[in-house]
């Protein structure tokens, strides 16, 4: 059993896996300022409320786009299985051709959403992540990983917009009850998740419209499921998407 820790500006998204089966996926606030010790015993207590038992990790991996955390958390699971933890980065092994113009800029979370993509759906592809940030990124037929988007993400233009203005209220985002509000609070809901799924769909055609052929499109992130069932066109949503791709490079780099 493999450790696998997804650290984002929001969201830290924690799982474990047993040779290519993925036991649990859960989800932590992103704490900057909260200890080794501290971080051990949410771990702790997520592994024993998912009925496993912690002797039996062999190792962890971390990919990470919060560097200030990601030592925090790294000496938590070594303390917490006394295994060594592996952290996607310089040196670790995916598999994956990156097209950048510096690939070392391509974020570690973007790396293993492609390198799960590629090994389990048909390429070309899209992939569109959705947390803090909404990433899109492109693959082309040979498998080489392009590029593509980073866009502020839907609780970030959210937030702006009601720290902004002095009459809009916090709102929650259940679904609008039509895209033509008739009330403050339902206007932004259906603002911003119509406009949301609008602005994907508009992406992904330019993408296709620019790689000259019609591309699988994949989303995953902790907002997939509140704005992709809104979009028109056709997008397989994997919430597994990220920890499948720690899965394969931990099995591609572990001893």
């Not at 929650?172 to 259906?190: A, E, F, H, Q, Y």
């Amino acid at each position: 059993m493999v450790l696998a820790v997804d650290i984002g500006n929001s969201n830290i998204v924690l799982g474990c896996f047993e040779k290519d089966r993925i036991l649990f996926i859960e989800r932590l606030c992103t704490n900057q300022h909260s200890t080794a010790l501290e971080y051990t015993i949410l771990i702790k207590n997520i592994i024993e409320l998912n009925h496993l038992d912690r002797e039996v990790i062999q190792g962890g991996i971390i990919s990470s786009v919060v560097p200030s955390v990601t030592h925090t958390v790294q000496e938590a699971m070594v303390r917490l299985t006394g295994k060594q933890v592996m952290v996607v980065g310089p040196g670790i092994r995916t598999g994956l051709r990156i097209m950048l113009d510096n690939p070392a800029q391509l974020g570690s979370d973007r790396v293993a959403d492609a390198v799960a993509a590629v090994n389990e759906y048909p390429c070309p592809l899209i992939i569109i992540d959705m947390g803090t940030a909404t990433t899109i990124s492109a693959i082309d037929r040979e498998k080489n990983f392009l590029g593509g988007m980073i866009i502020p993400g839907l609780r970030v233009s959210l937030e702006s917009l009601t720290m902004r203005t002095s009459q809009l209220p916090k709102i929650s985002l259940d679904p609008p009850k039509k895209v033509i509000g008739s009330n403050t609070v339902d206007c932004m809901k259906s603002g911003i998740i119509y406009s949301t799924a609008g602005s994907i769909d508009g992406a992904v055609e330019r993408i296709e419209e620019e790689m000259g052929e019609k591309c699988t499109v994949i989303s995953t992130g902790g907002l997939a499921r509140k704005i992709i069932p809104y979009c028109k066109r056709d997008i397989i949503i994997d919430d597994q998407l990220l920890l499948k791709g720690l899965m394969i490079i931990y099995n591609k780099n572990k001893q």
